[in-house]
């Protein structure tokens, strides 16, 4: 029997998840693995926390429902705190897999994790571009030649590219083997002695997870219809409604940016487009031309001379 691990990271989702739906097109056994790497949870040079209270409930919580989808589909997600690297390595020859499926980070600190991955079990990880709206194969340059103008980055891919379908959620996974330690979920007291308060001025109630992400782009495209006032409204700042909120879970990757694109291009056609529907797409594409354009500056994009 042919085993993979798929590597969980930023793609914290079942539905169009590139790297798991090719692992179960071509492997036996699939084991998903999660970790909450130590080094996120370090402090800055500036000593400051790298991840807050905040940040770290959300995404023990994305963790838990990825958990919990994963659970219902016959299957379960193994999860370890520490060193990535470590914990790939002893699942990968506990279970005797032949390949690691993840998503591709552009990022120095994410890349270095996945050099280290590569190093410790001496194998290639398989990787997969499933973060942007417009895959890296699709839009019409190379990353050295991204434009540094986002005027000139949007009407080359809205002229050029095209938004590709998502990737559907598996309907069942086979069980994990039995050897296998699950393990269990960390709390917000392994990390850190700071707990986020409930402040009564947010106007949501942030909770991670991919069933949160598509409960609140239902409640912005089809209960409210908020999603028609979203280019009039969407820099007003208070209030729940005032934009769609989805960038928390886009971060964790609990959403993808194509399942939203597709559910817009859905929603115009039950209903209707007008400049607002078109103006969230257009947003998507801003952060696509942030992500490319970290891809083509590397750290210079974080240095206090910028790029």
């Not at 470590?86 to 998503?103: F, R, W």
Request: proline fraction near 4%; glycine fraction near 6%; hydrophobic fraction near 35%.
């Amino acid at each position: 029997m042919s085993t993979v691990i798929v590597w969980f990271r930023n793609d914290l989702r079942l539905h169009d998840n590139e790297s798991l739906t090719k692992a179960l097109e071509n492997y036996d056994q699939v084991i998903p693995f999660f970790c909450f790497d130590e080094r996120l949870f370090t402090k800055t040079k500036y000593g400051f926390p790298k991840i807050g209270a905040h940040r770290a409930s959300f995404l023990i919580e994305s963790v838990q429902n990825l958990k919990e989808n994963l659970q219902s589909l016959g299957s379960n997600l193994v999860v370890r705190v520490g060193k990535s690297a470590n914990h790939i390595k002893e699942l990968y020859e506990q279970c005797g897999a032949v390949a690691i499926y993840t998503q591709k980070e552009i990022t120095s600190e994410e890349v270095m994790l996945e050099c280290e991955v590569e190093s410790a079990i001496n194998v290639s990880i398989t990787f997969f571009k499933g973060s942007f709206l417009f895959h890296p194969k699709d839009i019409p340059f190379d990353a050295g030649s991204i434009p540094e103008i986002f005027t000139s980055f949007r009407k080359k891919i809205e002229g050029k590219s095209f938004v590709r379908e998502c990737y559907p959620t598996p309907n069942k996974i086979n069980h994990l083997p039995q050897f296998i330690q699950i393990g269990s979920l960390p709390t917000l007291k392994n990390f850190t002695n700071d707990f986020p308060e409930n402040d009564f001025r947010a106007v949501l109630m942030f909770k991670g997870g991919e069933e949160e992400a598509i409960k609140r782009l239902n409640h912005y495209f089809y209960e409210t219809q908020e999603l028609l006032d979203y280019k009039e409204k969407r820099n007003g700042l208070i209030g729940a409604n005032y934009s769609s909120k989805l960038s928390v879970w886009l971060s964790n990757g609990c959403i993808s940016p194509r399942r939203i694109y597709w559910e817009i291009k859905k929603f115009e056609k039950e209903f209707r487009s007008n400049d607002s529907t078109y103006w969230l797409i257009f947003e998507l594409i801003w952060r696509d031309f942030f992500k490319y354009t970290a891809l083509k500056n590397g750290n210079k994009f974080f240095h206090s001379y910028g790029i």
